[in-house]
């Protein structure tokens, strides 16, 4: 795997830490440790953008960020889970996939190219 | 008054995008600057939308425009690729986005 895509993991996975820490901060100390986090999570986010389109990392971002926000909304704080909203997830989730292939497959013309 | 704080916060969204694009090919203060700070005005008027607007349609819109604005960004001025497959993708992120939001 690109080493691109492990920065797009981490930026989504400090993104669901900080989305989590905005839910359950109390005091300042709280806020601190979020906007660290928040930090380090854009910095991961600018590392992923160097070799892969920021379009196609900040839509992924936004996306992991809201499927998650969903999702800690029904299994930690108590929200309603319907049909409606699994199926925006399921649509979500096969726009991330659909951009990885993409990306895939110009590496792939680009591999093809230099060998032409 | 609140559409016109979601509006300006999506702007700011976009300027942070292409702060993040500038500052990921050239890690130079100004460009960390613009990215960081579009960022951090576009939730700071996202949050004060909040109390004209109910939170879940000014978050769904916010993102929506946000999400929307910064691919086209960079497909109209960093030159990335408009194949079919991106676009139908990054569409079903889109619209999986707003819908979700809109929801919660």
């Known amino acids: 795997m690109n080493k691109a895509w492990v920065y797009v993991i981490l930026t989504c996975l400090f993104e669901w830490m900080w989305i989590f820490g905005f839910n359950v901060a109390t ?35 936004a996306g992991v960020g809201t499927v998650g926000t969903a999702l800690m909304d029904v299994f930690i704080f108590g929200g309603s889970f319907s049909v409606a909203k699994g199926l925006f997830m399921g649509l979500l989730v096969a726009g991330v996939v659909g951009l990885k292939l993409a990306d895939n497959k110009n590496e792939e013309d680009d591999i093809q190219k230099g060998v032409a | 008054m609140g559409w016109f704080l979601v509006f300006i916060a999506a702007v700011s969204e976009i300027i942070g995008v292409i702060g993040l694009k500038m500052f990921s090919q050239n890690k130079t203060l100004k460009n960390m600057l613009i990215f960081v700070g579009g960022f951090g005005i576009a939730f700071a008027l996202l949050y004060a939308s909040f109390t004209y607007l109910q939170i879940s349609v000014a978050y769904a819109v916010w993102i929506g425009i946000g999400t929307a604005g910064a691919v086209v960004v960079n497909m109209i001025f960093f030159g990335e690729s408009k194949s079919r497959a991106r676009i139908v993708s990054l569409f079903a992120i889109v619209i999986g986005v707003t819908g979700l939001k809109a929801l919660s």
Do not use: M, N, Q
Request: charged share 10%; proline share 3%.
């Open chain 1, 27 to 61: 005091t300042w100390w709280h806020w601190a440790i979020v906007i660290t986090i928040i930090l380090i999570d854009f910095y991961f986010l600018s590392k992923a953008c160097e070799s892969l389109p920021t379009g196609t990392v900040y839509a992924i971002f």
